[in-house]
Each structure stands twice: as structure tokens, then as C-alpha cells.
């Protein structure tokens, strides 16, 4: 069993790493070694990542890279993506190339509008409260306007509220449900903030109302929190070609034959749950990479995009085709509820290069070009299925990481990838190969 500790963050970073070592790692010094070789201590950039999180001991390094060549809405992008797994990056690259000499990706916002909670319980009549409400509303919004004043500055702010009878769900509950401008910002804090103040407003206007003095007990607000689930902050990417166009040397059928085996393939993603589960998650490897490039909340991102894509009570594709008159439409709708002002998004060195590299975008042109990343790397996932199959690549990025592992020259992994292109990859091959 492990060993427990008390006072641990009051501990220096050095002597929390040198506890972990010591108590949990099968080799102390190497540990100590590993996680000081990942750090840059005393620089600028080591203080503002220790800041984000707390009892950090160093730091956790992923891959920054780039997929050039999106044309989205006619711009050119560069798009950084962060992200471990072999494959995605390259997919997503090829698929922008795949799609940019077929007129590239339009996208659009559909909404954006966000969404507050406040969970209360209360015991009196709900017709009162329900006739009392438009009072309480007004009061509300003028009582907050010193929260939403800066926002509404800004062209956004409270859009609208409205009181939620769920007592025939759950005895004595109302919720009062916001909605929300949050403009360049994912609004978190805002709305957080916002929505604990109408917590704690809420007696004192309960009792000013007109109807409500003499209904029995006072308002106990359970909790304030934003909600996660945002579809009507939603953005949809789309590519469509005439079917002919979607040839290509290495489809290896004609293009009218995989235009309709591609769209049986999103077809059964959108009937059945296992197979859209994968589905979406080829989806999320773009999304989460462009997500995390740009430090963004990639669990809100997770938790929203399939909570929306079970929202009919199944769980389904986000995306969808059609092939019509000759011609092939692929599209998605997903919600994406991110911002590029505020929370980390400026204070990551590389989170603040990456929006750099994509021109400072605001946050509904982030939303058009992270969904179309997600829609390329759906089109070059369910590409490979429906034809050449997956392992082809996958195992292409496998022999080049069996490779690097075995320090391959440079001339030999030239020859690998050409002795390999029909050969079975396995650790034990290459080694063979390579005379080790
Ligand atoms: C692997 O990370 C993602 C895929 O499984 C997605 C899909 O099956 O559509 C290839």
C-alpha cells in the first residue's frame, strides 16, 4: 500500500518530487532525473505553467504540430494540433490537401448562445411564483448589471431568462435558466459569476414581489453553475464535390462506388451506437488536438459534443452525407463552446502561438476551423475504412516509431518503409530487418 502524507502542498516543488520519488517510484533517482530534465526551472515560462495547476512536481510534454493546407471559408490556415496518438496529424494534413483541390471547407456558425443554472428549491405555490416571475426577472437583470455591464460592452451579455417548474420531478425544485453572450470569451467565469449573484439576490427580490410575501418559507439555492451542454452554441463545417471529383489514385475503386460505400458508412454511424462511438471519436481526434493547441476546455468540448449527439435519446454520428443529382455533401454539426480571450488561452506560451499561427482568430472563426479539422479527420478515418482499411497507415506510423526506438540510420529507414509497404510490421520484423 502507499504511503500517505499530510501538509503536502506546503511542501517546495523540489521536496513534493523528492517525497513521490522516494515513497512511489520504482527508481527514485532516475524519477527525480526524468522530472527535472522536463523542466525549465526559474525561467518565466516554468512560473506560468506551476501557476495553472497545483502540487506540480514538473511538467507533462505532448507534441506541437501542424497541419497546413486547410481552406476554410476560402483562408488558408496552418492549423497546430496537439495531440499523442500516430496518424491523426497526418490524416488530418492529407485530407485538407485531399479537400483544398475540391474547393475546401465551408463552415458556419449557427448560434452561440450559452447556458446558466441556478438550482433552487423553494416551498411555496408555483403558480405565484410562476405569475411573480417577470417581476423578478427585471429586478435580476438590473441587480447584475454591474456584473454584465463590461460584456454587454463587448455585444453580449444576459440574452434572456426564465423560470423552470420541476417540482412534478423532483419536490419544491425550480431552476432559473440563462442564457448567455459570451462573445470572444468561453464565459465560464462570467457566467459562474453572474449566476451566484442571482443566488444570492433571490430571497430579497422573493420577497419584494408582488404575490410572494405571504407564501410560506424562503428560496434554497442547491447550486449556480453554467452548463456544459451548449447546442445552441454550434457551428457546422461541410465539404461537397461532384461525385467524379472524389477520384483519386489511391482510392482504388471508382469515386461513384465509394461515394455510396462512404455514405452507408456515416449511415450506420448514425444508427448504431457502437459503431458512432468510434465514429465521433475519429471526430474528437482533430477537435480535442486543435482544443488543446489552443487551450481550450477539452472536457467541456468532450461532454457537450456527446451529450449532442445523443440528444434524440440515442447516441448517433455528428456527422452526416448525402449523395444527390451527382453530387457528394459531407457535413457536421457540432457544438463547440470555446473562446480565444481569456482563461488560458493567452497565458500558455504555446497556447498564445498557436492562435498566433492562425491569425488571431476570435472565437466563432475557432469554432469554423476546429470543426472543420474534426470533419477532415472524419472524411480521412472513414476514407480508410471504406477502402484501403486503417492498419495500412496505422502500421506505416508504427514501423516509423519501431524505428526511431531502434535508432534506424537514416538510409535504413528509407529501405524499411520501402520493404515494409507489403509486409507484415511487428517489433520482432524490423529488428530482423535491421540485422539486430
Ligand atoms: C482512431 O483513433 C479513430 C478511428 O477509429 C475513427 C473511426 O473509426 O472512424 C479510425
Known amino acids: ?73 476560402g483562408k488558408v490556415y496552418c492549423v497546430p494540433m496537439v495531440i499523442e496518438e500516430s496518424s491523426v496529424v497526418a490524416a488530418a494534413s492529407a485530407s485538407a490537401k485531399y479537400w483544398m483541390e475540391r474547393g475546401g471547407f465551408n463552415c458556419e456558425v449557427l448560434g452561440t448562445r450559452k447556458v446558466g443554472q441556478l438550482h433552487f428549491s423553494w416551498p411555496g405555490d408555483a403558480s405565484a411564483l410562476l405569475a411573480a416571475f417577470p417581476e423578478i426577472r427585471q429586478k435580476l437583470l438590473e441587480e447584475t448589471a454591474h456584473l454584465t455591464r463590461n460584456m454587454e460592452k463587448r455585444g453580449g451579455g444576459i440574452l434572456d431568462m426564465e423560470l423552470l417548474d420541476m417540482t412534478s420531478m423532483e419536490p419544491e425544485y425550480y431552476q432559473i435558466r440563462v442564457n448567455f453572450e459570451t462573445c470572444d470569451t ?5 457566467i459562474n459569476s453572474v449566476l451566484e ?69 456515416i449511415r450506420i454511424a448514425e444508427i448504431d451506437s457502437y459503431r458512432a462511438t468510434t465514429h465521433n471519436k475519429g471526430i474528437f481526434n482533430g477537435v480535442d488536438a486543435v482544443i488543446l493547441a489552443t487551450a481550450n476546455d477539452f472536457r467541456a468540448i468532450e461532454a457537450c459534443g456527446h451529450a449532442f449527439a445523443a440528444r ?38 504555446m497556447a498564445k502561438c498557436a492562435l498566433d499561427i492562425l491569425g488571431n482568430p476570435g472565437a466563432t472563426e475557432l469554432m469554423q476551423i476546429i470543426a472543420a479539422v474534426g470533419l477532415a479527420q472524419n472524411f480521412a478515418a472513414v ?17 516509423t516509431n519501431i524505428l526511431n526506438h531502434l535508432q534506424a540510420s537514416e538510409a535504413q529507414v528509407i529501405a524499411a518503409l520501402d520493404y515494409f509497404e507489403d ?12 540485422g539486430r
Not at 486503417?390 to 508504427?398: A, V
Open 1 to 73: 500500500m502507499g504511503t500517505s502524507v499530510n501538509g503536502f502542498s506546503k511542501l517546495s516543488k523540489e521536496a513534493k518530487a523528492k517525497w513521490v520519488a522516494e515513497h512511489y517510484a520504482s527508481n527514485p533517482e532516475e524519477t527525480l532525473q526524468l522530472m527535472k530534465s522536463f523542466q525549465q526551472p526559474g525561467s518565466e515560462v516554468q512560473k506560468v505553467l506551476d501557476g495553472f495547476s497545483e502540487n506540480t512536481v514538473s511538467n507533462f510534454v505532448m507534441p506541437f504540430s501542424l497541419a497546413p493546407n486547410f481552406v476554410i471559408n
Open 186 to 190: 468561453m464565459g465560464a467565469n462570467f
Open 197 to 265: 449573484e442571482i443566488g444570492m439576490l433571490l430571497n430579497d427580490i422573493f420577497a419584494e414581489a408582488d404575490g410572494l410575501q405571504h407564501q410560506p418559507g424562503s428560496a434554497t439555492v442547491i447550486m449556480a453553475i453554467l452548463s456544459n451542454f451548449t447546442p445552441e452554441c454550434i457551428v457546422r463545417a461541410s465539404v461537397e464535390c461532384p461525385v467524379e471529383k472524389l477520384w483519386d489514385k489511391n482510392l482504388g475503386m471508382e469515386a461513384d462506388c465509394f461515394a455510396e460505400k462512404f455514405a452507408k458508412a
Open 312 to 349: 434524440d435519446g440515442q447516441y448517433r454520428s455528428l456527422s452526416h452525407c448525402e449523395v444527390r443529382d451527382g453530387i457528394f455533401r459531407f457535413w457536421l454539426d457540432i457544438p463547440l463552446a470555446v473562446g480565444t480571450v481569456g482563461g488560458l488561452t493567452h497565458l500558455h506560451p
Open 383 to 399: 476514407r480508410s475504412l471504406t477502402t484501403t482499411g486503417i492498419q495500412k497507415g496505422h502500421m506505416k506510423m508504427h514501423l
Open 423 to 434: 509486409k507484415k510490421v511487428s517489433f520482432s520484423t524490423v529488428r530482423a530487418f535491421l
